[in-house]
T-cell receptor, first 118, second 113 residues
Framework: GAGVSQSPRYKVAKRGQDVALRCDPISGHVSLFWYQQALGQGPEFLTYFQNEAQLDKSGLPSDRFFAERPEGSVSTLKIQRTQQEDSAVYLC????????????????FGPGTRLTVL | RKEVEQDPGPFNVPEGATVAFNCTYSNSASQSFFWYRQDCRKEPKLLMSVYSSGNEDGRFTAQLNRASQYISLLIRDSKLSDSATYLCVVNIQATGGSYIPTFGRGTSLIVHP
């Protein structure tokens, strides 16, 4: 079956431009995560959805970052007025669920969107 | 101090060697532990979950030590194809109550002929 897909795969933006990154999770996966990965670092958590509800957005670095998942499937991460420090790979992952006990199913990652801000 | 810490390496080992990585976590209430593998310019992929009793999958063995708050990954008989970055993941409870998968920065492994 299809895995997690992300688009665009590569995005070059001029400083100050707005960008929108799309994630299509695996069908039926309830949980969806966005991560930011800088070169040589592990993925850093940005935000998390359970269906259409955004349960945690504590990792979003500033109010220029906004994420939504209005119908509980596709998600969009929007970055307004991009800055050079936003340059990174943005990874989306989905999983069947994260239980309230803290145990969770495997996360499946998309290929990422490599954002370069000039 | 980061919540999940790993030695970035690189670990440079010959084919056939046994190599072990550790990962420490700061929150004793953490739930669910994983090792992911990430190849250069690719997305992370699950290598194995880590269970309290320890678990083995072929040449790979993962262990959890809750008392000392670390997990380990042992790779026996290293292959050239094992060269990658190994990411430790721990579900850590956030202030809002939800559990967030938290990644270490990864340990780089290079297996040479």
């Amino acid at each position: 079956g299809a895995g997690v897909s992300q688009s665009p795969r590569y995005k070059v933006a001029k400083r100050g431009q707005d960008v929108a990154l799309r994630c299509d999770p695996i069908s039926g996966h309830v949980s969806l995560f966005w991560y930011q990965q800088a070169l040589g670092q592990g993925p850093e958590f940005l935000t998390y959805f359970q269906n259409e509800a955004q349960l945690d957005k504590s990792g979003l670095p500033s109010d220029r970052f906004f994420a939504e998942r209005p119908e509980g499937s596709v998600s969009t991460l929007k970055i307004q007025r991009t800055q050079q420090e936003d340059s990174a790979v943005y990874l989306c992952a989905s999983s069947r669920s994260v239980r309230s006990s803290g145990t969770s199913h495997t996360q499946y990652f998309g290929p990422g969107t490599r954002l370069t801000v000039l | 101090r980061k919540e999940v810490e790993q030695d970035p390496g690189p670990f440079n080992v010959p084919e056939g060697a046994t190599v072990a990585f550790n990962c420490t976590y700061s929150n004793s209430a953490s739930q669910s532990f994983f090792w992911y593998r990430q190849d250069c310019r690719k997305e992370p992929k699950l290598l194995m979950s880590v269970y309290s009793s320890g678990n083995e999958d072929g040449r790979f063995t993962a262990q959890l030590n809750r008392a000392s708050q670390y997990i380990s990954l042992l790779i026996r008989d290293s292959k050239l194809s094992d060269s990658a970055t190994y990411l430790c993941v721990v579900n850590i409870q956030a202030t809002g109550g939800s559990y967030i998968p938290t990644f270490g920065r990864g340990t780089s492994l290079i297996v040479h002929p």
